[in-house]
Protein backbone atom coordinates (compact mmCIF):
# COMPACT_ATOMS: atom_id res chain seq x y z
CA UNK A 1 0.00 0.00 0.00
CA UNK A 2 1.49 3.16 -1.21
CA UNK A 3 0.83 6.38 1.27
CA UNK A 4 -1.66 8.23 -1.10
CA UNK A 5 -3.40 4.88 -0.93
CA UNK A 6 -3.33 4.98 3.06
CA UNK A 7 -4.26 8.79 3.47
CA UNK A 8 -6.89 10.16 2.19
CA UNK A 9 -6.54 12.62 0.00
CA UNK A 10 -7.36 15.70 2.23
CA UNK A 11 -5.21 14.79 4.90
CA UNK A 12 -2.26 14.34 1.96
CA UNK A 13 -2.26 17.95 1.40
CA UNK A 14 -2.45 19.09 4.95
CA UNK A 15 0.15 16.88 5.43
CA UNK A 16 1.97 18.14 2.55
CA UNK A 17 1.30 21.51 3.78
CA UNK A 18 2.87 20.93 7.56
CA UNK A 19 6.44 19.55 6.10
CA UNK A 20 6.52 22.74 3.91
CA UNK A 21 6.24 25.00 6.71
CA UNK A 22 8.82 22.85 8.90
CA UNK A 23 11.30 23.03 6.23
CA UNK A 24 10.38 26.48 5.51
CA UNK A 25 10.89 27.54 9.03
CA UNK A 26 14.37 25.14 9.15
CA UNK A 27 16.00 27.07 6.15
CA UNK A 28 14.81 30.09 8.28
CA UNK A 29 16.85 29.10 11.86
CA UNK A 30 19.53 27.89 9.20
CA UNK A 31 19.61 30.99 7.82
CA UNK A 32 19.60 32.67 10.90
CA UNK A 33 22.15 30.35 12.93
CA UNK A 34 24.42 30.83 9.81
CA UNK A 35 24.31 34.92 10.09
CA UNK A 36 24.88 34.73 13.75
CA UNK A 37 28.18 32.86 13.21
CA UNK A 38 29.40 35.24 10.82
CA UNK A 39 27.99 38.49 11.42
CA UNK A 40 27.25 38.27 15.05
CA UNK A 41 24.26 38.38 16.73
CA UNK A 42 24.34 42.43 17.09
CA UNK A 43 25.25 42.48 13.37
CA UNK A 44 21.95 40.76 12.27
CA UNK A 45 19.17 41.39 11.38
CA UNK A 46 15.61 40.29 10.92
CA UNK A 47 16.01 41.36 7.40
CA UNK A 48 19.06 39.51 6.75
CA UNK A 49 18.06 36.56 8.25
CA UNK A 50 14.51 36.90 5.55
CA UNK A 51 17.28 37.20 2.31
CA UNK A 52 19.17 34.81 3.21
CA UNK A 53 16.50 32.31 4.01
CA UNK A 54 14.49 33.46 0.94
CA UNK A 55 11.49 34.07 2.41
CA UNK A 56 9.67 37.70 3.17
CA UNK A 57 10.08 39.27 6.42
CA UNK A 58 7.25 38.52 7.68
CA UNK A 59 7.29 34.74 7.08
CA UNK A 60 10.56 34.87 9.40
CA UNK A 61 8.31 36.79 12.54
CA UNK A 62 6.18 34.36 11.64
CA UNK A 63 8.46 31.35 13.07
CA UNK A 64 10.31 33.31 15.15
CA UNK A 65 8.19 36.35 16.72
CA UNK A 66 11.60 37.74 18.31
CA UNK A 67 15.00 37.83 17.45
CA UNK A 68 16.04 35.78 20.95
CA UNK A 69 13.36 33.29 19.49
CA UNK A 70 16.37 32.07 17.82
CA UNK A 71 18.79 31.85 20.48
CA UNK A 72 15.61 30.01 22.58
CA UNK A 73 15.37 26.84 19.69
CA UNK A 74 19.22 26.83 19.07
CA UNK A 75 19.57 26.22 22.69
CA UNK A 76 16.82 23.69 22.84
CA UNK A 77 17.81 21.62 19.72
CA UNK A 78 21.15 20.96 21.18
CA UNK A 79 19.47 19.60 24.75
CA UNK A 80 17.63 17.24 22.30
CA UNK A 81 21.04 15.86 20.84
CA UNK A 82 22.38 15.49 24.14
CA UNK A 83 19.33 13.70 25.64
CA UNK A 84 19.99 11.79 22.66
CA UNK A 85 23.43 10.55 22.70
CA UNK A 86 22.62 9.13 26.85
CA UNK A 87 21.71 5.67 25.19
CA UNK A 88 21.26 3.40 27.99
CA UNK A 89 18.75 4.91 30.17
CA UNK A 90 19.58 2.37 32.92
CA UNK A 91 23.01 3.37 33.49
CA UNK A 92 24.37 4.95 36.72
CA UNK A 93 22.98 8.44 36.75
CA UNK A 94 26.72 9.56 36.98
CA UNK A 95 27.31 7.70 33.32
CA UNK A 96 23.46 9.25 31.99
CA UNK A 97 25.18 12.67 33.13
CA UNK A 98 28.84 12.27 31.74
CA UNK A 99 27.06 11.34 28.51
CA UNK A 100 25.22 14.17 28.19
CA UNK A 101 27.39 16.59 29.08
CA UNK A 102 29.84 15.04 26.18
CA UNK A 103 27.20 15.41 23.60
CA UNK A 104 26.34 18.89 24.39
CA UNK A 105 29.79 20.12 24.72
CA UNK A 106 30.72 18.10 21.32
CA UNK A 107 27.55 20.03 19.91
CA UNK A 108 28.69 23.30 21.07
CA UNK A 109 32.06 22.96 18.74
CA UNK A 110 29.60 22.18 15.84
CA UNK A 111 26.81 23.89 14.08
CA UNK A 112 25.02 20.59 14.45
CA UNK A 113 21.53 21.65 15.54
CA UNK A 114 19.25 19.77 13.67
CA UNK A 115 16.32 18.36 15.58
CA UNK A 116 16.29 15.67 16.84
CA UNK A 117 13.92 13.17 19.49
CA UNK A 118 15.29 11.73 22.71
CA UNK A 119 15.66 8.26 22.35
CA UNK A 120 16.08 7.25 25.92
CA UNK A 121 15.37 9.12 29.60
CA UNK A 122 17.94 11.22 30.94
CA UNK A 123 16.19 10.10 33.96
CA UNK A 124 14.79 6.84 34.75
CA UNK A 125 12.80 6.76 38.08
Not at 100 to 114: G, N, P
Request: positive net charge; hydrophobic residues 40%.
Amino acid sequence: MTTSEAVPPHESVIIRRQRRRSERRDRVYAAAIGLFTERGYEGTTMDDIAVRADVARTSVFNYFERKSAFLDDWAARRRALAFAGVTDGNAPLADRLAQFMTVLAETSTTHETRPSRCSAPLFVS
